[in-house]
């Protein structure tokens, strides 16, 4: 015991201080360190993308509220948290909290199954419905979150105007150029870092 005070009395340049004093408190410390690094912590958030088979415009306004609902459900039944949902005619978005008990393939391929399952089963289109192959997913840090929900919910309103100015320099800004960065700091910054991990812009570490 002797040993662990001496060694966090140097680590936290703890001197002149009788170590019999200091004893309860190093191993309250230790104590408390423990019992939270046995529970596991995560604060991920992550927005999907996914599209009609061949981008055909099939999600009508008269059952897309309805389709969402069934969404959330799938999503929130397997343990993450629905932020924001909504989409157009062609595609949806998605931004949950991720629960890391259920790998991303398999979530996607729930949501997606399940969902295209319900929309055949209530017929709501005359063909067979069904939906592209593939998805994107996206990372945000919490303090991105209410910019990434305000543009999940203004879905329509981006896609009305997706080819102007103002709309290509908001993707630019925001997922283009950092994209550029952190990939410009992969590949010439990989010395840095000898174990492997760069700090990307946001704060990320990237593997490679």
């Given at each position: 015991m002797v040993d662990v005070i001496s060694f966090y009395c140097k680590r936290y340049?703890?001197?002149?201080?009788?170590?019999?004093?200091?004893e309860p408190f190093i191993i309250a410390y230790i104590i408390n360190k423990w019992i939270y690094m046995a529970n596991t912590f995560t604060q991920i958030y992550l927005q999907f993308v996914?599209?009609?088979?061949?981008?055909?415009?099939?999600?009508?306004?008269?059952?897309?509220?309805e389709l969402y609902r069934y969404i959330t459900g799938v999503?929130?039944?397997?343990?993450?948290?629905?932020?924001?949902?909504?989409g157009v005619a062609n595609h949806v978005?998605?931004?949950i909290g991720y629960e890391i008990a259920q790998l991303i393939p398999d979530l996607m391929r729930d949501v997606k199954s399940a969902s295209s399952m319900w929309i055949n089963q209530e017929r709501l289109i005359r063909s067979k419905f069904s939906w592209q192959e593939g998805y994107g997913a996206f990372s945000y840090s919490h303090s991105q979150i209410e910019q990434v929900v305000r543009y999940i919910q203004d879905q329509e309103k981006h896609?009305?105007?997706q080819h102007s100015p103002r709309n290509i320099n908001y993707f630019w800004r925001n997922f283009t150029l950092p994209m550029?960065?952190?990939?410009?700091?992969?590949?010439?910054?990989?010395?840095?870092?000898?174990?492997?991990?760069?700090?990307?812009?946001?704060?990320?570490?990237?593997v490679y």
């Open positions: 340049y703890i001197y002149h201080v009788r170590k019999e004093y200091l996914f599209a009609v088979k061949n981008r055909e415009s099939l999600i009508l306004p008269e059952w897309k509220e999503v929130q039944n397997r343990g993450h948290k629905l932020i924001a949902i909504n978005h998605l931004l896609h009305r105007k550029m960065l952190n990939l410009f700091l992969l590949i010439f910054n990989k010395r840095v870092h000898p174990d492997g991990a760069q700090k990307c812009v946001f704060g990320v570490y990237c």
